[in-house]
């Protein structure tokens, strides 16, 4: 069981009869008890299916967050054959929120590009809790152009609460190489599976997620904006985050619906946290039939693929300018006084009548 400071709120039923069962597992000496053992295992498959099947956008945040999900280098011990990890930008630095490095996935050989939190205090501060500097987008743009320049598909896993917010970023140049990673990502002639396996969080998450196929974690979030973020701007407050949330509509199932992501990986019973096993060998088998699909289109039809799969975001409408002032003229037209006389009243009568009433 996990410790109190990483249990979630919506989950204390779950460790309840987690330590319930526990229990009974210690003192199983007769059929009886483990009958009802054999009972509170289904019980709590069922219990915990039910309360993730309802989970609130604030609560989804909630489990994306969660210290003990698998991050960027699990899904490379897990997912991968092998992992050659390639470093610095050849400018600056080598940012460590950033993980780039050359990898095996069956038959594939591919660019693995990835945002890393870190698990201990240590390690997050060394890679600044997954938030990236200028120097880690461009030590990603530049081993993705070695991956297209050898013709080997890019895999991208996101995981970011947003780009380094500090003036150090921002002296670099962070917008500048978030944009020029998205623009570099646009056009390289290589196919580019991305997916969100925790947070994605504003430009420092969709500055390393531009591809053909884009995938997210059953809950996951993908956003251009933390709630956080949101209620202080909204509401001059975090307190209203769980409001903000909702508002947003970035969980898996609203990013899917409005088209923004092409699939959703289910994670497992109780979410990747409990079972990165599980979860690896789920994005394992997603990433492995995204390859080989990818692999078979020609690659001026795969950039033009991709080309139109962002174009095509958000609904918009035109029209003419004479259609537009067509619609004006009738629109003042329906809007002007009735021809009719109207019978007037003199401010004596008008006077009058309000005394009566």
């Given at each position: 069981m996990p410790s109190s400071d990483q249990q979630l709120s919506f989950e204390k039923p779950i460790y309840e009869m987690e330590a319930r069962l526990e229990s009974l597992r210690q003192s199983a000496n007769s059929p009886e008890i483990r009958e009802?053992?054999?009972r509170l295992r289904h019980g709590l498959v069922?219990?915990?299916r039910k309360i993730y099947a309802g989970l609130s956008a604030w609560e989804t945040v909630q489990v994306a967050r969660h210290p003990d999900r698998p991050q960027t280098v699990d899904y490379l011990d897990l997912v991968f054959d092998e992992f050659v990890e390639l470093h610095g930008d050849k400018t600056f630095g080598d940012d460590r929120a950033i993980r780039t490095g050359w990898a095996k996935l069956d038959e594939f050989k591919v660019m693995v590009v990835g945002h890393q939190k870190g698990r201990d205090l240590k390690e997050r501060q060394l890679c600044h809790f997954g938030c990236a500097h200028p120097e880690g987008y461009r030590k990603a743009i530049s081993k993705m152009k070695m991956a297209a320049k050898f013709g080997l598909p890019i895999v991208c896993f996101v995981d970011t609460p947003g780009a380094f917010p500090g003036v150090a970023s921002e002296e670099r140049g962070v917008a500048q190489a978030i944009a020029e990673s998205m623009f570099v990502a646009s056009t390289l002639r290589t196919p580019i599976v991305c997916v969100v396996i925790g947070e994605g969080g504003s430009g420092g998450a969709i500055g390393v997620c531009v591809g053909d196929r884009v995938a997210m974690l059953e809950f996951s979030y993908y956003s251009v904006?933390?709630?956080e973020?949101?209620?202080?701007?909204?509401?001059k407050s975090s307190e209203y985050k769980d409001v903000a949330a909702e508002a947003l509509r970035f969980t898996s199932k609203d990013l899917l619906k409005f088209g923004v992501v092409d699939d959703v990986i289910e994670e497992p019973v109780g979410g990747a946290h409990r079972d990165h096993r599980l979860m690896a060998l789920r994005v394992k088998q997603y990433l492995r039939a995204q390859l080989r699909e990818l692999t078979k289109i020609p690659v001026d039809e795969l950039v033009e693929k991709r080309y139109r799969r962002f174009r095509k975001f958000g609904v918009f409408q035109t029209e003419s300018l004479e259609a537009a002032l067509d619609q004006a003229s009738e629109a003042e037209s329906?809007?002007?006084?009735?021809?009719?006389?109207s019978e007037t009243k003199s401010p004596e009568s008008s006077a009058e009548q309000s005394s009566e009433t």
């Open positions: 009802e053992i054999q069922e219990l915990t904006i933390s709630p973020g949101c209620a202080g701007i909204l509401w329906s809007d002007s006084p009735s021809e009719q006389p």
